[in-house]
């Protein structure tokens, strides 16, 4: 097991639930990740001694003085939401922390030239990596997992199992 030495009983216990749910990997160290700075923020009480009035606190904090984007409040939010749903059994209810302001900012997205450019830049397998992705639009963990048994070659497709 890849446990971290130093963590606490109790965040192993989080992560074995979030391992029997089959989450991905980088959702684990997510949580975990979050679920620490929640005790963190408050002080390293005990989760099971909190409630929504804690949560409602950190959230606020991470909108307010965090500064931090709305995706980012809710990938704490739902980290949270996991912990006392599954793991503490005790679901959170009346969550009424600020909000983080949603970006305005559009995201860029190359020209077909500059897919073009960009693609006669590489070689070898960054090159074909780079192909699947544009072509297919799979995200990077997807094509960097992708094996052979993911082909089908009669039929022009990628399985992408989960």
Same mark, same amino acid.
């Given at each position: ?57 950190? /959230? +606020?904090?991470?909108? #307010? ?11 704490? &939010?739902? !980290? ?29 997205? /190359? +020209?077909?030239?500059? #897919? ?11 090159? &074909?990596? !780079? ?32």
């Amino acid at each position: 097991m890849d446990t971290d030495k130093k963590s606490s009983p109790f965040l192993n216990k989080a992560r074995d639930a979030i391992r029997v749910r089959h989450y991905s990997i980088r959702t684990e160290k997510t949580y975990i990740d979050w679920i620490r700075r929640y005790i963190l923020f408050n002080d390293k009480r005990h989760p099971e001694t909190m409630g929504a009035h804690e949560v409602t606190a950190f /959230l +606020t904090n991470l909108a #307010v003085q965090g500064n931090v984007a709305a995706s980012t409040q809710n990938q704490a &939010l739902n !980290a949270l939401n996991f912990l006392y749903k599954v793991v503490l059994e005790r679901p959170l209810n009346n969550i009424q922390a600020v909000r983080a302001k949603k970006q305005k900012k559009l995201p860029v997205v /190359l +020209t077909t030239d500059e #897919v073009r450019t960009l693609l006669k830049h590489l070689n070898g397998t960054h090159w &074909l990596a !780079a192909c699947l992705m544009y072509g297919s639009g799979l995200r990077l963990m997807e094509c960097v997992r992708l094996r052979v048994m993911n082909l089908d070659f009669n039929h022009r497709a990628i399985y992408i199992i989960n």
